[in-house]
């Protein structure tokens, strides 16, 4: 059965592994392995991921298909700004199609709407078109490119938002 439902403390481990083999096959054409593993050991340590899980300002969701997680989504409320972000939401490469991507999205926008905010945000790196394209479908609008850099690898991040 195919399902999407808030993180849990012990779902960490798995989280580290989607994020680790989604990068493979998302970034793994443009960005070294070297510095994929670099930024995937300090963002995704278990310290940080439980930090992360911790805060006040920042919710989580996993999909799973026969109780297996194979996809994880996290947002993150700017309360200065104001801003909802969906900051990472990643499937397996061989569980995307299950419309699983758009489970964990519907998740994210859930949580901005009790923010009372009328658009969910995102970035997404140029190079991975099929997400960009993704994206689209779902009813984003790029407005805006700025560096984003990976280890040593510095690559141009689209971002924009969805009206919700």
Not at 1 to 21: E, F, G, P, T, Y
Not at 136 to 159: A, C, D, M, W
């Amino acid at each position: 059965m195919n399902k999407v439902r808030a993180w849990h403390r012990s779902d960490l481990s798995a989280i580290q592994q989607v994020a680790w083999d989604t990068w493979a096959d998302a970034y793994g054409a443009f960005v070294p392995e070297d510095d994929r593993r670099e930024f995937h050991e300090s963002y995704y340590a278990l310290q940080k991921l439980k930090n992360l899980f911790d805060s006040k300002v920042v919710e989580g969701c996993v999909a799973l298909v026969d109780s297996k997680i194979v996809g994880y989504s996290k947002t993150y409320w700017n309360m200065q700004d104001e801003q909802f972000f969906i900051t990472s939401l990643y499937v397996l490469p061989e569980y995307q199609k299950l419309k699983l991507g758009k489970q964990m999205m519907e998740f994210g926008i859930q949580s901005a709407e009790k923010h009372g905010v009328d658009r969910v945000w995102l970035g997404v790196m140029v190079e991975n078109t099929p997400a960009i394209d993704w994206y689209h479908r779902q009813g984003f609008v790029f407005e805006e490119s700025k560096p984003f850099t990976i280890g040593n690898t510095t690559i141009q991040h689209l971002y924009g938002y969805k009206l919700i």
